[in-house]
């Protein structure tokens, strides 16, 4: 899948057959962030993801707040942004956390591998 980047956050491409219309959301920042940007053609998705980035940014600015940041990719577990943002996706859908998503992972992982 590709992603839209703008000023260090990725954003999905998705369509939706019912809208006839482009859609996406910023991928990987903190639950309580949440951007989302639509358009009938790929430059205007594009215009929208930038223009959702840019005022999310000037009000955390004008609230004094610091704005959330897209996962780097690193932790005590290190993996590539992309994987951690399809991880952040997926667990965020599922109503875990990250950590339990990897842990749990570890622990089949090894319980497949010990039964062999």
């Not at 839209?4 to 996406?24: A, N, P, Q, T």
């Not at 949440?34 to 600015?61: A, P």
């Amino acid at each position: 899948m590709d992603y839209l980047e703008y000023k260090g956050y990725k954003g999905s491409v998705e369509y939706s057959k019912e809208d006839d219309c482009l859609f996406g959301k910023v991928q990987g920042i903190a639950n309580k962030a949440l951007i989302l940007y639509e358009g009938q053609t790929l430059d205007e998705l594009r215009k929208d993801f930038e223009h959702g980035i840019d005022s999310y940014l000037e009000g955390c600015r004008a609230d004094g707040i610091e704005p959330a940041k897209p996962f780097s990719g690193r932790m005590n577990l290190r993996m590539p942004s992309d994987l951690h943002a399809r991880i952040a996706a997926f667990v965020s859908s599922k109503g875990t956390t990250i950590n339990d998503f990897i842990n749990r992972a570890i622990v089949n992982e090894l319980e497949h591998e010990l039964a062999y």
